[in-house]
């Protein structure tokens, strides 16, 4: 089975300082590992994944992930929030299940960027 | 075409009422998701539908009746729901099934 873990349920930065979110995973498998962004009332988009390749990750809008085998864990990093980062992250694993890749998903961290 | 749309954007219904929800992809994928998620909370996933046949059913209420009618197309039948139900209903899809999936927008559920 696997499991993730969002160690904090909220962040606040400053416009212009790093962001760091924070993931643990537990799978018995080799992962898949994803980090999404959800913008109120909004969709879910793919941030950056991990798929067994390089362990460090570059997504899109400046974010970055390393994936760190022996601390299972995929931190999610910006090294300079902007006002449209605020937002909810979700770090999710993935394994295969009946044939199909079945996601389980973080609680979810709320990213608030101050002015 | 990466895009995945989910018609309505909002509905609202009685619980003695009979809705539908549209989700629909034209990238090739061959898997789709339903979830259903609550306010500050992850999305719980629903049903997963392979290659047109439903593979996964996570113990979902029978009130709510998916459907799959094309690979590009996937329904969610709506029936005697409770305000509880109460959601935003999160469609997605993957190529073969694989680990990346694209979401929709969502559709915003008000039971009354």
């Known amino acids: 089975a696997q499991s993730v873990t969002q160690l904090d349920s909220h962040v606040s930065v400053s416009e212009g300082t790093p962001v760091l979110l924070r993931c643990n995973y537990s799978?018995?498998?080799?992962?898949?590992l994803f980090w999404y962004v959800q913008h109120p009332n909004k969709g879910l988009q793919l941030l950056l994944k991990y798929t067994s390749a390089a362990t460090l990750v570059k997504g899109i809008n400046g974010f970055e992930a390393e994936f760190k085998k022996s601390e299972t864990s995929f931190h999610l990093t910006k090294p300079s929030a902007h006002m449209s980062d605020a937002a909810e992250y979700f770090c999710?694993?993935?394994?295969?299940?009946?044939?199909?890749?079945?996601?389980?998903f973080g609680r979810g961290t709320s990213l608030i960027v101050h002015p | 075409d990466t895009e995945v749309t989910q018609t309505p954007k909002h509905l609202v219904m009685g619980m003695t009422n009979k809705k539908s929800l549209k989700c629909e992809q034209h990238?090739?994928?061959?898997?789709m998701y339903w979830y259903k998620q609550k306010a500050k909370k992850p999305p719980e996933l629903m049903f997963v539908y392979s290659y047109e046949k439903l593979s996964i059913n996570e113990s979902v209420p029978s009130r709510f009746s998916p459907e799959c009618p094309n690979s590009s197309l996937l329904n969610l039948h709506l029936h005697a729901l409770q305000p509880e139900d109460s959601a935003l209903y999160l469609c997605a899809s993957s190529l073969d099934g694989g680990p990346e999936q694209y979401f929709g927008p969502g559709t915003r559920l008000t039971v009354t």
């Open positions: 990238m090739g994928h061959r898997a």
């Open positions: 799978s018995s498998y080799s992962p898949s």
């Open positions: 999710v694993v993935s394994v295969v299940s009946g044939g199909s890749y079945i996601p389980t």
